[in-house]
């Protein structure tokens, strides 16, 4: 994402030097950075690279639809938000209304958009966009063979337990979760 | 973070294989493995491994306070609250205290965790800490050499309008700007 506001500002902005690309895989890029800061000094700037994802807070009947699946990178399973990758190119929007029905079969009446967030933006350029769908049809899900999750309904008091006990964990479900509380207090949301 | 909550699902579980190590750097090492699906078959998983962060929702006389700083990723600046890289085995509370008094000067009274959250579960272990500071004392800030940031303090509706054109676009930020006001409307925070 662009921002177009953003204006250069000398007593902030590096400037690249050179880049050396060290890896080259199916999800993440890994490149190193020579960069030049404000004070003239040189650094490195180790950089992940990715498509980015998308992700729905998904409310039916008043229960948030979750999904349970193992995340290598933490050695066990995590109940999260329905999310997926994007293909280069492909529209955000497409890509959620997809992964929501094959995830869990339920398919999005409207689907609005309510942040799109950088995950990490010290060393990865991901940027994930959450939408908000919160009127469902239901319908049978759809795996990959190679895809493995078990689908749930909770509501949001349960939503806070599993935040608690930790089977909620990442930073796109707490800040749906959130957002999901915000809306029945009537609160302020996203952009 | 080890879940305890965790019991072994066959349904869902993967199986490491072998771990092939692409890169160490100063902030992140990449490594592949390779892993058995619980239908037997096999596929590669792209692992950042990350020392983990902590972050914090700072609040003054009714204000946020946050800093711009360049984020090579992006290839831009971008406004977050204050934030560190946790080296192993440090405490997480005496790092946050000792970001927020370099960066912006000011001292904590009390830090009380919000959440722990992992920032990208699909290809990365990285875990950011986010503390709440709703007492701080004035101080003078004392930035390293080469880091380069400049602090400002911002109302909710600024950071509305922040996130909206995008100056404030990660994580962290939105998720502390999101907690913010659900303290002022009595509503639940985290763990």
Do not use: C
């Not at 399973?77 to 990758?85: D, F, H, L, R, Y």
């Not at 280069?88 to 995830?103: H, N, Q, S, T, Y």
């Not at 609005?112 to 967030?117: C, E, G, Q, V, W």
């Not at 349960?158 to 915000?182: G, H, P, R």
């Amino acid at each position: 994402m662009t921002n177009s506001k953003h204006t250069p500002n000398p007593a902030l902005d590096e400037i690249t030097l050179s880049t050396e690309k060290i890896f080259d895989g199916k999800v993440i890029k890994l490149q190193v950075d020579t960069v030049q800061l404000p004070n003239g000094e040189t650094s490195k700037r180790e950089i992940i690279r990715h498509n980015g994802a998308v992700a729905v807070l998904a409310i039916h009947n008043d229960k948030m639809i979750v999904v349970e699946q193992f995340r290598q990178p933490l050695g066990r399973t995590q109940v999260e938000i329905p999310a997926g990758k994007l293909e280069i190119g492909e529209d955000p929007k497409d890509a959620i209304a997809r992964e929501l029905k094959e995830e869990t079969g339920y398919e999005a009446k409207e689907l609005k958009l309510l942040f799109s967030f950088y995950t990490s933006p010290g060393f990865a350029d991901e940027l994930i966009h959450l939408y908000l769908a919160d009127e469902l049809i239901e319908g049978e899900a759809k795996l990959d063979e190679d895809e493995f999750l078990e689908m749930s309904t909770i509501t949001l008091e349960q939503a806070y337990e599993q935040i608690a006990n930790q089977q909620i964990s990442d930073a796109k479900t707490i800040m749906a979760v959130q957002a999901w509380q915000l809306i029945k207090l009537g609160g302020k949301l996203g952009q």
